[in-house]
């Protein structure tokens, strides 16, 4: 460790040999199970949908950096990572415009001009979701059933979007087995398909200290209980965890170091907000998945958590009962 | 003098002080009827003759009207002329009646009007006043133009009602609802003051040198 150097960095000092380039890096790294899992359920249709959101990520943001003639930003895979969520998050039939205007919706109206790379409001992946399904509403909610491999030439399924066969998700049917879910071998967005590749990749993240544990688990502990709650019924809690986007959300996207917050009471309170607002889109609303939702009315409220939780300074003594017995 | 102040107080309403851009009046209709070039238009020239109107009269009552019962006054001024609109566009103009709907009687407190019946009318004499109400209106009618065809041609592919952009166009149906009028508005107006700044600076400066070179 001789050529270690001595780092200057604002705060939150996570630790001295971290950059947020080598954090990005740990996150694709992380994301590459998902994706993984992703093409061999999907077939070879979801990694281009995923390369195509990727590209129309960072071309939006050297467009917007050159326009604004700031130094280009991309080196520091922000925006890459961006657009590998995002690519995450659709259905691997979506038409191929689809993660392109995601994209360029998420770096050019959501990150860059509010001054990019941590300064963003909201997770700039949620924000082009919700805006995705608010858009292209069908195109967003047409999904396919897991590839069968037992043909020639399976991996191409898919491609032209017509041969695949389209089915509804477990969302919707509500009737996926726990293995299934837990393997991925069920209908779903690209990324979100497979909850143990997730897990891996959670798991990376945490060895490697790029997020802590509080935010996913609680996310997830708190969509467990409030889905048992709702539903009455204990069995729901782990359908609730194991389908649909929650884990990637939990994992990948609620953990964003900008949109969420700074302190330990503060996080504690986000995450469970994020669980309960998934699960109350989930159970009462007309749409089967709320976690995009959740996570951008999560980052809304992280600047108030962050305004009026604060931890308690080294030495600080409250005014009151204490501060009078030692007066 | 009073020629070239009423050509600033005409650029005032369009430019310096655009209702919608600069004072950030009114944005209840522009938000909601924005959905269209000729929805925006419409509601935009509706509002113009009402402001036009109730300028006039506020001006020309201003000596009447006790101070106490001003905002009662101007309301009842404006709901007149107001309710005229809504009789003459339900008579001549059916679907644009039908479209803007709720929002041709919720003219009636749109900030605009009163915001200059209050801080302009009723402090001016009667020609400024009508030069000031019809700018303000056609400014705010620019500003609701440019939001609704932009909305309109990137949710539907339409402008003006007319098909521009053809069956390859997907459409972003999020831009006809009211989050995508919050973004337009938003990107617009950051645009406008882009600009705007931009100019005024160029100005500013060019004063400077001219002052500076008279110096010399």
């Keep these: ?327 | 003098m009073q020629h070239k102040k009423l050509s600033q107080i005409a650029v005032n309403g369009l430019l310096n002080e655009n209702p919608t851009f600069r004072l950030v009046l009114g944005m209840c209709p522009t938000l909601a009827v924005t959905t269209s070039l000729i929805n925006g238009v419409g509601m935009g020239l509706a509002t113009t003759f009402v402001l036009f109107c109730s300028n006039l009269l506020i001006s020309l009552l201003k000596n009447i009207i006790p101070d106490k019962v001003r905002i009662p006054a101007f309301i009842l001024v404006i709901a007149t002329f107001v309710t005229i609109v809504e009789m003459v566009m339900n008579k001549y103009m059916e679907g644009l009646y039908q479209a803007l709907g709720l929002y041709i009687p919720l003219i009636v407190v749109n900030c605009i009007i009163f915001a200059r019946a209050e801080s302009f009318a009723s402090v001016n004499p009667v020609l400024p006043s009508m030069v000031d109400g019809l700018s303000m209106g056609l400014g705010f009618t620019a500003a609701l133009a440019v939001l609704g065809s932009i909305r309109e041609l990137l949710a539907y592919g339409k402008l003006g009602g007319i098909v521009l952009l053809g069956e390859w166009f997907p459409g972003i149906a999020m831009l006809g609802t009211a989050p995508g009028g919050f973004l337009t508005l938003g990107l617009c107006m950051a645009l406008f003051n882009y600009v705007y700044g931009r100019v005024t600076e160029a100005r500013a400066h060019k004063k400077q040198a001219k002052a500076k070179e008279e110096n010399v």
């Design chain 1, 1 to 327: 460790m001789s050529d270690k150097k001595l780092m200057m960095s604002s705060s939150p000092h996570i630790t001295a040999t971290h950059s947020t380039r080598s954090i990005m890096r740990d996150v694709l790294i992380a994301l590459a199970p998902a994706l993984a899992a992703g093409i061999y359920f999907f077939g070879l249709r979801s990694l281009v949908v995923v390369l195509l959101s990727v590209a129309s990520c960072m071309l939006s943001e050297l467009l917007f950096t050159a326009l604004r003639k700031k130094p280009c930003t991309l080196s520091d895979l922000s925006a890459a990572v961006t657009g590998v969520i995002l690519g995450l998050n659709l259905s691997p039939l979506v038409p191929f415009y689809v993660p392109v205007f995601g994209g360029v919706f998420a770096m050019l109206i959501v990150k860059m001009p509010f001054g990019g790379l941590g300064k963003n409001f909201a997770n700039p992946a949620a924000a082009a979701r919700v805006f995705l399904l608010l858009s292209f509403s069908t195109a967003m909610g047409r999904f396919m059933n897991p590839v069968d491999w037992t043909g020639a030439g399976a991996i191409f399924t898919g491609m032209g979007g017509a041969d695949a066969v389209t089915g509804a998700t477990p969302l919707v049917t509500g009737d996926a087995s726990y293995l299934n879910l837990f393997l991925g071998n069920v209908g779903g967005c690209i990324g979100e398909t497979s909850a143990l590749a997730l897990l891996l990749g959670g798991l990376y993240l945490l060895i490697r200290r790029v997020i802590h544990w509080r935010v996913p688990v609680l996310v997830l502990l708190s969509g467990a209980v409030f889905s048992a709650l709702f539903a009455w019924d204990l069995s729901a809690s782990l359908y609730t965890v194991l389908s649909g986007g929650f884990m990637l959300g939990a994992i990948f996207m609620a953990t964003d170091y900008a949109t969420s917050p700074n302190t330990v009471w503060g996080s504690v309170i986000y995450a469970v907000f994020i669980g309960f607002v998934a699960v109350l889109l989930r159970s009462f609303t007309n749409m089967p998945e709320g976690i995009s939702f959740a996570i951008l009315l999560g980052n809304l409220i992280t600047p108030l958590l962050d305004k009026y939780i604060y931890p308690r300074p080294f030495g600080y003594q409250k005014k009151g009962k204490e501060g009078a017995k030692n007066a």
